[in-house]
Structure formats: structure tokens, C-alpha cells
């Protein structure tokens, strides 16, 4: 059966680039991702789950924790456009190896009973993103649970250092990074949709306007982090950074109806396409767009501008031409392929399933 449907994708969409892929279409590429996931990376002795095929020389023989925050939202997604409910419920179950019952309990980098690692506040952030996307979709309140668990630990790492902001990595106060504001930003938004607490809301804003204030590029993207003691910004732009900013823009309109949120939201869109997308492709790593297309997807809802969504079109199948494996039909353009690119185009191919009609 397998074979069968390798063969069918090869003939099937090795010429069809230039139409729009169907809804059909990338629920079959899901199939495949989803197939290839459990073969090439599960390991079903222990129900862990390895980070590259083939294994690179040196290292652990089971995945770090971030592979696995992006298989989660990607099963979410799929769940979503499918209406099947088991494979999220899998993924948290092979994430619950990573918890550290710690005094503030979380996930740390790697499985616990192998090697107690760090704990990076953005990876949980990702995780909590997942069960609250969950838990509006499902209102099962283990979801919520999870949310307020990771809440807790991502808010002690805030202080007043340098005005405010998130550390990135728990017991390490040399960065702030966009890349643990941007997702607190969104935590705090799902935990106020969910919760109706104000709480939330005023955590989101002050996340929010700190990293804007001290985070924003001149040109509309998000810088990586400000480092410290020395204050000095690490001006590297990544489509994630901007890309949660965005979404957070998008949703602090929708609770506030402020126009400033929408404006900024807007200039984000405008300048992210402008600087990352460049002959049907953005830049090398595909979960970081996957986070991009999520602020894209916000802002859909709002200006039901297309243009956005028409270069992440663009881009899957730029991807399924010229970055798969023909033989295995696995994604990446390295021999060595790894967990989170496939689960970030999983969840790239089902959110652009579920805004397309035919």
C-alpha cells in the first residue's frame, strides 16, 4: 500500500506546480509525512522518537525536545482539517518523557531519565501553543492544564533586567530573545481567550510592548535577542521572530480592537514577505517559516488578503518539487533528514488545506 502511494505522488504531482494544489492533494502529502515519520523516525520499542535519519555520527539516540513541539502542532493541524482525534494525544503522550518535576515543573531538552538537560522556555512556550490550540478545538481541560503549567514556568523566568522580557533558557541570564517573548505573547493570549482573565491579557501587553520597544528592527522585522549584561542586540531576523510578533499583533486587535495592533500586524506582513521571500522559497528552515505562516494566517481572518497565503502556496510546492526525496518522498535537501523539517511541512500543507475550497 505504501509503495502504491509513493508511486501515485511521484507521477501525480511531479508535474503540477504551477496549478494550485487541491485540498486532496495536501491531505494525501499529510499521509505520506505522517507515514514517513513513524518509519524513518519512531522507534516503537520505546515509543521516543529519534531526530535524524540517518543518525549523525555522535549523536543522542533520541530526539531533543524541539522536534517534537514541532510534531505536536503539526498533529494538531491535522487533527483540525481531518476530524481524527489519536495523534495528538500520541504526541503529548511521547513528550510526557521530557517532564522535569522540578520546583517549577516543565520539559526539559531531553528525556529526563537519560540526561536531566536545560529547559528553554521557548520550547515549553511552543508545547503550551499546541494544548491551548487544543483545547479551543477540543475544550478538553487536560489541554488547558498544560497551558497554565507552562504559564507558570515561562513567567519565572521574567524580570526587570533591561526593562523586562523573557530569558530563553532557564539558570542563563545572557540573552532576551524575541523568540521567547514573541510565543509568552501568544500563551498569555490563549490562556485570556480561554480563561476570560485580565491576568493574561496584562501579561500579553507588557510582553508584547517590551519586545517591540526593544526588539523591533527599523524595517518591520524582529530582531533575535539583546544580550546582557552589555545591551548589545543580536540584529539577526528569523521568519519565527517576526512571524509570532505578528500573530500576537493580529490577536491583540481582535481582544482590543485598538488599530495600532492591526497596523503593526500589517507592516510586519508587508516587510516579512519583502525581505524572506525570494524565487517561490523562504529562507533554509521550514519549521521557522511554518510559525511565519501562522501570523499570515491571523492576519487572513482579518484582511482576507491573499497575497500572503499565495507565496506559502508558492513555497509547498517549491518544497515538494525541489526539497523531497524522490525515493522515500521524505523533506529536506540534506541526506541526513530530519523530524522537524517533516512536521513543519505537515503543518504547512494542512494549515493551507484548511483555507483552500476544492
Known amino acids: ?32 509525512i505522517r507515514q514517513n515519520i513513524e518509519i524513518f523516525f519512531g522507534d516503537a520499542s520505546t515509543g521516543y522518537y529519534r531526530e535524524t535519519n540517518p543518525l549523525k555520527q555522535g549523536e543522542k539516540p533520541f530526539s531533543h525536545l524541539w522536534p517534537l513541539c514541532g510534531y505536536i502542532q503539526a498533529a494538531n493541524e491535522w487533527e ?100 521567547s517573548n514573541g510565543p509568552g505573547v501568544l500563551v498569555a493570549l490563549q490562556l485570556y481567550r480561554a480563561t476570560g482573565k485580565k491576568i493574561y491579557l496584562d501579561t500579553a501587553l507588557m510582553l508584547y510592548n517590551w519586545t517591540k520597544a526593544n526588539l523591533l528592527s527599523p524595517g518591520n522585522l524582529y530582531y533575535d535577542n539583546i544580550q546582557l549584561p552589555s545591551r548589545k542586540t543580536d540584529k539577526r531576523t528569523y521568519t519565527y521572530n517576526t512571524g509570532t510578533m505578528l500573530q500576537g499583533s493580529v490577536m491583540l486587535y481582535q481582544f482590543t480592537r485598538q488599530k495600532k495592533y492591526l497596523q503593526h500586524a500589517r507592516e510586519l ?33 482579518i484582511d482576507r488578503n491573499k497575497t500572503y497565503l499565495d507565496a506559502f502556496r508558492k513555497y509547498g510546492e517549491h518544497i515538494w518539487e525541489k526539497e523531497r526525496d524522490r525515493a522515500n518522498q521524505l523533506i529536506g535537501k540534506s541526506n541526513v533528514k530530519e523530524l522537524l523539517d517533516q512536521a513543519a511541512v505537515m503543518e504547512i500543507y494542512a494549515r493551507l488545506a484548511m483555507v483552500t475550497s476544492r
Open 269 to 301: 506582513a508587508k516587510a516579512s514577505l519583502q525581505e524572506f521571500f525570494r524565487n517561490n522559497s523562504f529562507p533554509d528552515h521550514y519549521w521557522f517559516n511554518a510559525v511565519l505562516l501562522r501570523g499570515y494566517l491571523e492576519l487572513y481572518k
Open 1 to 32: 500500500m505504501r509503495s502504491t502511494i509513493l508511486f501515485l505522488l511521484a507521477i501525480g504531482f511531479s508535474t503540477g506546480s504551477l496549478a494550485q494544489t487541491t485540498r486532496q492533494q495536501y491531505i494525501e502529502r499529510i499521509g505520506v
Open 80 to 179: 483540525a482539517l481531518s476530524g481524527q482525534t489519536a495523534l495528538f494525544d500520541s504526541v503529548l503522550a511521547a513528550i510526557q518523557p521530557y517532564y522535569d518535576s522540578a520546583s517549577i515543573p516543565a520539559y526539559g531538552a531531553y528525556i529526563v531519565r537519560e540526561k536531566r538537560d536545560d529547559r528553554f522556555y521557548d520550547d515549553n512556550q511552543w508545547i503550551a501553543i499546541a494544548c491551548l490550540d487544543a483545547y479551543e478545538r477540543t475544550h478538553r481541560k487536560q489541554y488547558l492544564e498544560q497551558g497554565l503549567m507552562i504559564y507558570r514556568f515561562m513567567m519565572s523566568g521574567y524580570d526587570t533586567v533591561a526593562g523586562g522580557g523573557l530569558y530563553w533558557k532557564e539558570k542563563d541570564p545572557s540573552t532576551k530573545n524575541t523568540c
